[in-house]
């Protein structure tokens, strides 16, 4: 999947990815017995490295600028373009969730 990103949005998302602390979620992940498959090791059940989180969250902040929140191995990446939500900058979000509760019709 390719993906149309100005240099302004490639630059927050390097930045967002600095200062994600990848490490509490490395330790989280171990605690729970948290684990991604990893297909260059045939398809063994692991933690994931810090630079595979990193590679994965990245590419998920790459599609949320078309699709606003996406989410995968316990990470959701939102984008909210500016103007939004009274949002005067496009911003990025990236979450690690545990756990998430709704109902219909509260989204």
């Known amino acids: 999947m390719t993906f149309t990103i100005t240099e302004h949005q490639s630059q927050l998302i390097e930045d967002l990815l600095e200062r994600f602390n990848f490490e509490k979620v490395q330790i989280a992940m171990a605690a729970l017995d948290w684990k991604w498959v990893n297909v260059m090791e045939?398809?063994?059940?692991t933690v994931p490295t810090i630079e595979r989180m990193k590679r994965s969250c990245r590419n998920l902040l790459y599609r949320s600028i078309n699709d606003k929140s996406v989410g995968s191995g316990g990470f959701e990446a939102r984008y909210y373009p500016a103007g939004e939500d009274e949002i005067e900058e496009?911003?990025?979000?990236?979450?690690?969730?545990?756990?998430?509760?709704?109902?219909?019709?509260?989204?």
């Open 90 to 107: 496009e911003t990025f979000a990236l979450s690690f969730v545990v756990t998430q509760t709704f109902t219909c019709g509260d989204w």
């Open 42 to 45: 045939d398809g063994r059940l």
